[in-house]
Structure formats: C-alpha cells, structure tokens
C-alpha cells in the first residue's frame, strides 16, 4: 500500500489578524508546519497552533522564514549565510519549546527562503546548519529534487521530498511564481486529481506542458489559499477511494 503524507502551513494568523482556517484543516492533515513568527505568527499563535494540532493528532513541524511580516515571507532578503543558520536556529527553538516533549517532526522553511534554497546549495546548507543546531535527527522538508534535498542528504539530516497539489509547477521542477497567473490552484477536484496522479504516476505536468519526475513522499496545501478546506477534504476523499494510505 502507498503511503504519503499531507501538511499544510498553519499558525499563520498574527494578533488580532487571522490568516487560514486552522480549526476547520487541521482533521484532514497528517502533519503541519507551524509558522515561527518571523514570517507570520506570535508567541500565542504559536502556542494555540501546536495545541490544536495535538488535539487533532497532527504531527508538528516548524516553518522558518525571512522576518519578513509585511511580505509575509514571500520576498527573498538579502542575509549571509551565517545570518541564515542563526535565524532558522532561533525560530526552530522557538517553535520546539512550545511542544511538551520538545521533539519537532520535521522544519520545513518557509516561502522565499524555501524556493531560494530549492536553486541554491550553499543557502540550503545555512539552513540544515541552523536545524542540526537544534536537532540534526528531525527531518527536513524540501522541494522535490531540489538543492534544499541534496544539501540535507549532505548534512545528514533525514530528507523528506515534497510536492504541491494547489501549486503549478515550471519545467525544471521548481515552482511558477505567484505574481504569474495560474500559479496558485483552487479547484478541488482538479487539485486533488493532480495529487493522486503524483503519487501514483512519480510525475507531474508543468504549466508549459512538459512531464516532470519528481518523488513524493508528503503533499503540501497552502493552510492560506482561501480554498484550503475544500481542497484537503476533496483529496481526503480521493486517496481513500483509491486505498492510499495518508499518514504522518
């Protein structure tokens, strides 16, 4: 039987703005990447966020970012490799306090920091450098096929590959930038369509036409596309019927 797993960036809310609907995703994933509060949340948010995800049985990972609140992440920042490691040692920690056994399931980083060190090795290896500070046995979440997945592999950190139902894909297996349309997904059937044919078929197609060969080992939904309930109960209901097992 195909196992894979299904996370979703969660905790995104800050203060009184709230951002995605935690409460409502949350039973129909298997494991979630808390924000840290450099990108999005706060001490509270975060606090309330693993508690819920605990509640719910949902394995808790941290989600690293630029500190880039008004950008919400999503703007590459010009840092040293050093300024980094630090940052994503700080917002693990952070994240890892706030879980009564202090054992993160994985560190996925987050937004602009993600897609930069998909394309840049030595950027990839500040991050794994940041986390292995921390915990270098938790798992690395990374694009699939990318340089974040190798400079884990050269870490030591254990990898996890992964792929986005609700993102469009470019032909060298990176993602289409948000600012270009069709990037984002929305419709249900069609997401959760195309999260099966990647599971089953290794392959996704890119927005130009091209098949891409990628490796799945969790499916990422966006906990802030305005369609995310929909979406992750819809493949809920897909994988089920075609007996693939959905687990952390």
């Known amino acids: 039987m195909i196992t894979v797993d299904f996370n979703s960036d969660l905790g995104e809310s800050f203060g009184n703005y709230t951002i995605g609907d935690d ?10 990447n808390v924000a840290c509060g450099f990108h999005a949340g706060d001490p509270d948010v975060m606090a309330k966020t693993v508690t819920l995800a605990q509640q719910n049985q949902v394995a808790v990972g941290a989600h690293p970012g630029y500190p880039d609140l008004a950008g919400f992440g999503r703007r590459k920042m010009a840092m040293s490799h050093q300024e980094v490691a630090d940052m994503v040692t700080y917002q693990v920690a952070a994240l890892q306090g706030f879980l009564p056994n202090h054992h993160l399931h994985h560190v996925k980083p987050h937004g602009a920091l993600y897609n930069a060190a998909a394309k840049d090795f030595e950027l990839a290896l500040a991050i794994c450098e940041g986390i292995k500070r921390v915990d270098p046995s938790v ?6 096929n990318s340089e974040l997945i190798r400079a884990g592999q050269r870490s030591g950190l254990p990898v996890r590959s992964e792929v986005f139902a609700d993102r469009a ?8 930038p948000r600012s270009q349309m069709g990037a984002v997904l929305t419709d249900p059937q069609q997401v959760a369509q195309r999260a099966l044919t990647m599971v089953t078929t290794g392959t996704v197609t890119a927005i130009t036409g091209e098949t891409v060969k990628i490796v799945v080992d969790t499916i990422c939904v966006h906990g802030d596309n305005a369609a995310a309930r929909q979406l992750v109960t819809t493949m809920r209901a897909v994988f089920d019927d075609a007996g693939i097992n959905i687990h952390a």
């Open 23 to 32: 409460a409502m995703v949350l039973p129909m994933i298997t494991s979630a």
């Open 169 to 176: 894909y470019q032909a060298d297996g990176s993602l289409v």
């Open 139 to 144: 798992p690395l979440y990374g694009l699939a």
